[in-house]
């Protein structure tokens, strides 16, 4: 079964942590031809309307790239902007609701934090999975503390048992080092910020996530 989604390196376009005066599409631009399979809008505390506006801005810097946009938790800006889908935890708006609102053919992703996150998985109508946060990151604060390699490793086969094409990446605190572990540890990609978006060379270091991705994926194999 070929998953919808290839979820090898998931490059977020952070507001927060990025800032309002770069061009977001040129940095999504230059993580998709770097190597990003799939590209995140998150924006936790702008306007609606601005947030439409970027979301729209990054979606047509990505056209004719064959990548995927994602807004993360606002169903409605991915609904007005017109983007491939969105990513929801568990806070935001409950997986088949989603589904109902964005179609079938839509892309839901849903970040996983514990076994309650990885039974909404099973359950729900999703394209992929993404578990963490496995480290501490300085993009988005975690409350409930970093779970390792260790969590990732219980909670992915709760989620595998069941759905075992389903894609599961890795986040928070990853980098190039810690990229192969990730995927030793069981994981179908990563999903980055800094380790892009903070790098003097968002495609360069793109590429060289991509190349660690496929490299411990090979060797995995």
Excluded: W
Excluded at 157 to 176: C, Q, S, T
Aim: glycine share 10%; proline share 5%; net charge negative.
């Amino acid at each position: 079964m070929q998953p919808k989604v290839d979820f090898r390196l998931n490059a977020i376009v952070d507001v927060d942590a990025i800032g309002t005066d770069k061009d977001l599409g040129e940095l999504a631009l230059a993580a998709a031809r770097g190597g990003a399979t799939i590209i995140q809008y998150r924006d936790k505390k702008s306007p609606t309307r601005t947030m439409v506006e970027r979301a729209r801005q990054i979606h047509a810097a990505l056209q004719g790239t064959g990548v995927p946009l994602v807004v993360n938790d606002r169903i409605d800006v991915a609904m007005a902007a017109e983007v491939e889908g969105a990513h929801i935890g568990r806070e935001d708006m409950r997986v088949n609701d989603a589904r109902s609102l964005l179609g079938p053919n839509a892309i839901i992703g849903l970040t996983v934090k514990n076994e309650a996150d990885a039974r909404d998985a099973i359950e729900g109508e999703i394209d992929y999975a993404c578990i963490g946060g496995l480290f501490e990151t300085l993009c988005k604060p975690n409350p409930d503390g970093p779970i390792g390699f260790d969590g990732f490793g219980r909670l992915a086969p709760i989620i595998r048992v069941v759905k075992p094409h389903l894609p599961i990446g890795a986040i928070a605190g990853i980098d190039l080092e810690r990229t192969p572990h990730a995927i030793a540890a069981g994981a179908d990609g990563v999903a980055v910020i800094s380790a892009i978006f903070r790098q003097a060379d968002p495609r360069g270091a793109a590429a060289a996530l991509r190349a660690a991705v496929d490299q411990s994926l090979k060797e995995r194999t």
